[in-house]
């Protein structure tokens, strides 16, 4: 069990009174935290309990977790001095392993989080170098050499090669790309799960078109238009029966996709942001 | 078919009938539409809670559906590819039918994925405007 220098990710179940702890447990997602931030922005926290062990396979070469970075961002490898960068694809490529592992944070965090899906959860995931196959043999794990390196960006690693004030400063930077933020004026999605589907949407801007768009539609979200499907919403996350409507917006050529939940002709709860594009 | 867009704007679009949008102040020049701009219609629907029809049409490269009080209709002539069907009698289906190319009447997922932009219904969308195109040449 490690700390959170941060203060700002989850309690989770560990140690009462501790903020932050890093528990190598994989854990279920109970609810969304609401966290202001030092730069007074809101960010919503993931919350986890008892372990739950998904199977994702990381043959497709997607690590959710690891597609929430924007893919211009330079991951800079702390094991090596941090001498070493790399973008998101190349780390990816590294990560490809052969036989569908079974882990499950990643998985959580794509499915459920917002505010921190990216570091928050690769550092409550613990720093293992290597995973179990469901065979029972074992591969190394990209992850956990990554959350190695996660976690020393906030000083929580094996080592602290990075200066605390530096963290505070990539982590608030990182957070700059997070689009499921609550916008100013707008209802904060409810953080239910993700349809984003690799090479048709994306959770993330990759440019300021994209995410004045995003900001745009997420800070005045009923504006959008309601795109009526076949057979209407049937997710048991955002059924119609509740009320939930599939919407799209498009400004300035970005089409984004959300769902919103409609009472007596009132937006109540916004869900599933993604932008429309590979 | 072709229809001429006369009005972006839903000022004047009653909010009982055009109910994919909430609000009159929506405008669907937000959407890439022109007013004054002529488009190619690849198909016509008709929901089971409106009487409005609505056209597909493509606009910057994503097709999407607009109300017809937006336009005038400038070519009434159907193309020779299309097809049609009701819907009306499958309870679970928000569609009362589809005037329009093969894929959208018969093939069940094709409306849905277009929505989601799948890339395999976008092929099929240019595809299909393709020959409605070159037909009209013809």
Same mark, same amino acid.
């Given at each position: 069990m490690r700390q959170d220098p941060t203060g700002m990710l989850d309690t989770g179940p560990g140690e009462p009174g501790k903020a932050g702890n890093i528990d190598t447990e994989p854990r279920k997602l109970l609810s969304i935290k609401r966290?202001?931030?030092?730069? =007074?922005?809101?960010?919503?926290?993931?919350?986890?309990?008892?372990?739950?062990?998904?199977?994702?396979?990381?043959?497709?070469?997607?690590?959710?977790?690891?597609?929430?970075?924007?893919?211009?961002?330079?991951?800079?490898?702390?094991?090596?001095? +941090?001498? $070493?960068?790399?973008?998101?694809?190349?780390?990816? *490529?590294?990560?490809?392993?052969?036989?569908?592992?079974?882990?499950?944070?990643?998985?959580?965090?794509?499915?459920?989080?917002?505010?921190?899906?990216?570091?928050? *959860?690769?550092?409550? !995931? =613990?720093?293992?170098?290597?995973?179990?196959?469901?065979?029972?043999?074992?591969?190394? *794990?990209?992850? +956990?050499?990554?959350?190695?390196?996660?976690? $020393? @960006? @906030?000083?929580? +690693?094996? =080592?602290?090669?990075?200066?605390?004030?530096?963290?505070?400063?990539? @982590?608030?930077?990182?957070?700059? @790309? $997070?689009?499921?933020?609550?916008?100013? =004026?707008?209802?904060?999605?409810? +953080?239910?799960?993700?349809?984003?589907?690799?090479?048709?949407? !994306?959770?993330?801007?990759?440019?300021?078109?994209?995410?004045?768009?995003?900001?745009?539609?997420?800070g005045n979200p009923s504006m959008g238009n309601i795109a009526k499907l076949k057979k209407g919403m049937t997710d048991s996350r955002w059924h119609q029966n509740d009320g939930w409507q599939k919407m799209t917006w498009n400004n300035g050529g970005v089409e984004i996709h959300y769902v919103g939940q409609w009472q007596n002709g009132v937006l109540k709860a916004v869900d599933d942001f993604k932008i429309i594009g590979k | 078919m072709k229809i001429k867009c006369n009005d972006t704007s839903a000022v004047k679009l009653k909010l009982s009938e055009v109910n994919t949008i909430t609000s009159n102040e929506f405008d669907y020049n937000n959407w890439g539409l022109l007013a004054n701009e002529i488009y190619l219609v690849l198909a016509m629907i008709l929901y089971k809670d409106t009487k409005y029809l609505y056209y597909l049409i493509d606009i910057n490269g994503k097709p999407n559906w607009f109300p017809n009080e937006l336009f005038e209709v400038i070519d009434n002539i159907l193309p020779n590819q299309w097809s049609f069907k009701i819907f009306n009698t499958e309870s679970d289906v928000d569609i009362y039918c589809i005037w329009g190319y093969d894929e959208l009447c018969n093939q069940e997922d094709h409306y849905d994925q277009l929505i989601e932009r799948e890339d395999e219904a976008l092929t099929i969308y240019y595809n299909q405007k393709r020959k409605i195109e070159e037909d009209s040449v013809h």
């Open positions: 966290v202001e931030g030092l730069d =007074g922005v809101v960010y919503y926290v993931p919350v986890y309990g008892n372990p739950i062990a998904p199977t994702v396979d990381a043959t497709k070469k997607d690590y959710n977790g690891l597609n929430s970075v924007p893919p211009e961002l330079k991951l800079h490898n702390i094991a090596d001095g +941090g001498t $070493m960068s790399q973008t998101r694809e190349t780390w990816a *490529d590294s990560w490809r392993v052969s036989e569908p592992i079974s882990y499950s944070l990643i998985n959580d965090a794509y499915g459920g989080v917002q505010g921190l899906p990216f570091f928050g *959860d690769l550092l409550k !995931r =613990g720093a293992s170098s290597s995973v179990s196959n469901l065979d029972g043999t074992t591969n190394q *794990d990209p992850i +956990g050499s990554f959350i190695n390196t996660a976690a $020393m @960006f @906030f000083g929580g +690693g094996s =080592g602290k090669l990075v200066p605390k004030h530096l963290s505070v400063r990539v @982590f608030r930077w990182f957070n700059k @790309f $997070m689009p499921w933020k609550a916008a100013k =004026g707008g209802i904060a999605p409810l +953080g239910l799960g993700s349809t984003a589907k690799v090479g048709v949407s !994306r959770v993330n801007p990759v440019n300021i078109t994209e995410e004045l768009a995003l900001k745009e539609i997420m | -």
